[in-house]
T-cell receptor
């Protein structure tokens, strides 16, 4: 079975400070990892993904994530947060081995204060 | 491209009523899925389809039916609505390989 954990329900940072949203995962095979963002009353928007290759993945809106196989983590980062980054962030994982199901974490609410 | 569309945006049902949530995509994606989103629980997979005529259950399928007669459409049916089905429902589609899923705008369903 595959699963995702986002250990923090909420993350609060000041504008201009670095932002990190944590994610750990569990799969039986090689993971496909994703980050999505949800703004209020909207659907989910894709931010970035790790399939294979470089452990540092760059995505939309200045976000990046680092894949760490030994720690089974895929933390989302942004060097300098903006107030407009305030949203709900979801980490998701899918097993490479023919499993079509995408499993989501519970989500982390990010609040960036001016 | 409209992407993934869902109708209706909002719906209120009484316990025991039935309804169908519509989902369509214009990207020729084979894989489509339905999720429900509840506070503090992330998104949970209800049903999915890997192509026309092929559907399978996700982790929370009870109380929901699906069918996939065309590549474009993947409706979700509630046969007898229950208050526990109050949620926000998202449809998603994905192309082949390891690509990301594209989500619709969601349907907010309230069952009283």
């Amino acid at each position: 079975a595959q699963s995702v954990a986002q250990p923090e329900d909420q993350v609060n940072v000041a504008e201009g400070n670095p932002l990190t949203v944590k994610c750990t995962y569990s799969v039986s095979g090689n993971p496909y990892l994703f980050w999505y963002v949800q703004y209020p009353n909207r659907g989910l928007q894709f931010l970035l993904k790790y399939i294979t290759g470089d452990n540092l993945v760059k995505g939309s809106y200045g976000f990046e994530a680092e894949f760490n196989k030994s720690q089974t983590s895929f933390h989302l980062k942004k060097p300098s947060a903006l107030v407009s980054d305030s949203a709900l962030y979801f980490c998701a994982v899918r097993d490479e081995e023919g499993d079509y199901k995408l499993s989501f974490g519970a989500g982390t609410t990010v609040t960036v204060r001016a | 491209n409209a992407g993934v569309t869902q109708t209706p945006k909002f719906q209120v049902l009484k316990t025991g009523q039935s309804m169908t949530l519509q989902c369509a995509q214009d990207m020729n994606h084979e894989y489509m899925s339905w999720y429900r989103q509840d506070p503090g629980m992330g998104l949970r997979l209800i049903h999915y389809s890997v192509g026309a005529g092929i559907t399978d259950q996700g982790e929370v399928p009870n109380g929901y039916n699906v069918s996939r007669s065309t590549t474009e459409d993947f409706p979700l049916r509630l046969l007898s609505a229950a208050p526990s089905q109050t949620s926000v429902y998202f449809c998603a589609s994905r192309g082949p390989g390891g690509g990301e899923q594209y989500f619709g705008p969601g349907t907010r369903l309230t069952v009283t």
